[in-house]
């Protein structure tokens, strides 16, 4: 008995001593929980209140997006907080968590580097931070968690290059580092990662070629290299990675061609991307065999020959797209497309494609969108069929040799918006049914079309644009059009033979831009309504017979910087109101019937900006003007036999000048206003349109998370539009005095200009938000390198010599970059007619590719000036004033402005020479270290030629190197400096002139590296 208490009571002691926890899983369970905090603090933004629940009354396990261990209890394994706002750092405590298998924390705002604790995580499977603002580089010891299956760090702003130890892990399955910064080679290590599906590197500043060594992961579905700089030749042996079904090589420098056979080895093939390279020979007629292809993608390349004629083949094909190449073929390949019954868009701009639509294009897949084949030499009519295509949103053949009537069958295109069919030689009627298209942007201009505008246009309930000028259109202007509240980006009909009297339902056009109705012959007066379209820019009436005084009405359009009212009937006085319009900044009111006097402030101050020459009646005004003096004026002066006598000599001498004065500006305002007439409407004709919503859905809603940079009038937004292209989007906040008028600059330079070292546009946008609110952008190239300004002085706070190496720019790439400004201003200056002066040249207006190469960007203060104006104010008159504000930014802006000068384009060289002495001090020109009576020109100046090395940015030469490399930095820099200071000395007439500018820079450079050649040999 005392034996069996005995042992019931050890029983007993045993079950009790075990139901206590122990002091080991006590500890582990605070080391999760202590960690979690220090995750929770680590974040200063939680707008969903997600992080509510992580607190004292609950148990860790409990908290959202936190999962525990079922076998060891309070153990975390799972950290998934996806899309939920949250902004902060990564606490490094979360190396603690040892039992973790999943982190979860996509798209969110986490910012900071990369906890390297991390690499102890041995357990970790998957780690996905992608969509985030992660900076610094990819901790190298995440090869230590040989368990990781997924690394997903897309769309971060990560820098630096690809570490070589991410080869070692050997279970990787997804690899993801897209939308980064990364620089450098891409590690043949990687050919290590066996179990690799999926490797996506695109859109980064990766550079050399592509490793052949990645031929051996043979488990590859998805390759995705595109937006980088890569070069050379696409290693054979990867198209024979036969289980590869998305393949993206876009916007690098690849050369070669296409395998003959790569429908055979990738059978595959889904995604076939390869746009924007350098790429030759033909389209492989083999890539039918890949019949589960739906994406190719080969523009902007230069293949030649002929489109392959079997594609119809490829049932699951949506897109196709082989513009900007050199392909010399007929449209018979279409016919075959017919079989392909998903088929959504269609492009094949720009290339050398010939002959007649086929009637078979009308058997096209119901589901197409987008037919898009402008700037080609496609013959003959458009096909009645076509209005089968009841989903076509967008039909684009502009500038093609198609001829014949416009089907009436067209009006079947419920869906279509914009209908691009300018500048071929079609002739008939515009057909009624156009009518039934209410969500239509219709550009039918530079044609041959006769009759009367249809009234069903306004039907068009949503039509923003409207272009049917250099036709023969005959009749009234349409009420119904009138009426059109939508009507915003620009209506013209000018050059046709139009007649009766404009509308009073013109009032409606309340969000309309541009009204070009010139060339016509409407008659009778403005209507008084007219006050009533307040947004209106650009307003221009000339050569028609309107009659009548200049109406008072139009003093309400506050926003109007451009009217032309000239050879037309109007008389009596010139309306003092036209002064005080603070925006207008072209006014032609030639050949009228205008007396009285010309006012003396406002625009009439700027008689480059005024024409009044024609009406007979007209006197006083700014001597420019070259009118008589009005007789109140005249009786004051002395009236003595004498003066007379003088003045009739004076008047003899300079009579035979000022006719021929007259007759000069006559002909120059009168080809400036043809100019600036068709200016907005000219820019939408060369580029295709985006919409609003494009750009929100390219932008993501205008997230902050892809804001990428901020001016005086607007913000600009990385974009990714639908076609896939990487774009800058510069949206105008039109509340800001002046943005207007900068989209309009931008506008009219950047649409006419062409050179290697200028921003190009690609597109516009002018239209109204969600919310009725106007809304202009501009669409344009994106740099992959950001502005000079990002490189001259980084942002980073705190930023180690690594990472300031890595964003360095050495003495020959400053030189080159400095070169390549030059060639810039230059060309505006001496390369365009009339010329051009921007105005606002700083780094920040300076953009680099992809190799690095400058691009002057930024015309939002550019001016077009005439050869006359450039005379004046570049050497006879700088004391003549335009303007009472400054234009520029300060620091570069050159002295005389501030006097209230003219703008020239000895001005545009002081801000170079500013530029060019920053690029090379590394000293911002507004530092407050010069104080008032220095600046930089005068800081450089002082330091010539003896103390030249004291001034010079360290990060240019302080690599380690011997007295003769620094002998001949040395001579460099005190030539560079030279340079500098002469192009931006304070008088314009002592500044050195742009092409010696570039003539002495590039015997610098080649001097500097010829010295530095002789030393390595």
Known sequence: MTKLLFFMLNFALLWWWSSIPSPCACSQNQTDRFALLSFRNAIHADPFGVLSSWNDSTHHCEWQGVLCSKRHPGRVTSLVLTSQGLGGFLSPHIGNLSFLRVITLQNNSFHGEISSQIGNLFRLHHLTLSNNSFGGPIPSNLSRCLNLETLNLIDNQLVQGIPSDLGSLPRLILLGLSKNSLVGPIPPSIRNLSQLQQLSMATNMLRGEIPKEL?????????QLGYNKLIGEIPPSIFNISSISYFSMCNNQLIGTIPSDIGTTLPSLRYFEAYDNLLTGTIPSSLTNATSLQTLVLNINSFHGRIPKNLGRLKSLRLIALGLNQLQDDLSFISSLANCSNLEILSVRSTLIHGSLPRSISNLSTSITTI????????????SALGNLFNLSLLNLRNNFLTGHIPDSIGALYSLQILALDENMLTGEIPSSIGNMTLLYLLVHSNNLQGYIPQSLGNCMKLIGLDLSSNNLIGSVPVEIMELFSLSVGFSLAHN???????????????????????????????????????LEWLYLEANSFQGQIPQALQSLRGLEGLDLSNNNFSGPLPNFLAKLSLLKYLNLSFNKLEGQVPEGGVFLNASAVSVSGNKELCGGVLALNLPLCKSLRSKKSSSPKSIVISVIAGSLVCLALLLLCVIIFYRKKKRTTTNASTLLSFENQFLRISY????????????????GRGRYGKVYKGILDSGAIVAVKVLNLMQRGASR???SECQTLGTIRHRNLVKILSVCSSVDFHGNDFKALIYELMANESLGEWLHP????????????????????LSIAIDIAAAIEYLHKGCFPAIVHGDLKPSNVLLDHDMVARVGD????????MMSTEVVGVQDQGSSTSTAV?????????EYGMGHKVSTPGDVYSYGILLLEMFTGKRPTEEAFGPNLNLHSFVQAALPDQAMDIVDLRIWSEDGNLQQEINIRDCMISIFEVGVACSMESPTDRMDMTVAIKKLYSIKASYETKERRMGM
Do not use: W
């Open 795 to 814: 942002r980073t706070i705190g930023q180690d010599d690594e990472h300031g190496e890595s964003r360095n720019l050495g003495l020959v790439q400053r």
């Open 887 to 895: 234009r520029g930014s300060i620091g570069y802006v050159p002295p």
């Open 372 to 383: 898009d084949m402008p700037y080609n030499h496609i013959q003959g009519s458009i096909p």
């Open 215 to 223: 031929s051996r992961l043979e488990r590859l579905t998805f390759l």
């Open 693 to 708: 919503e494009a750009l929100l859905r390219a932008t993501d809603r205008f997230s902050e998370t892809n804001l990428i």
């Open 742 to 744: 900068s989209f309009i």
């Open 859 to 866: 015309f939002g203060l550019a001016k077009i000036i005439t």
């Open 497 to 535: 033979n139009l007649s009766g009297s404009l509308p009073p339902q013109v009032g409606s056009l309340k969000n309309l831009g541009a009204l070009d109705l010139s060339y016509n012959k409407l008659s009778g007066l403005i209507p008084t309504s007219i006050s009533e379209c307040l947004s």
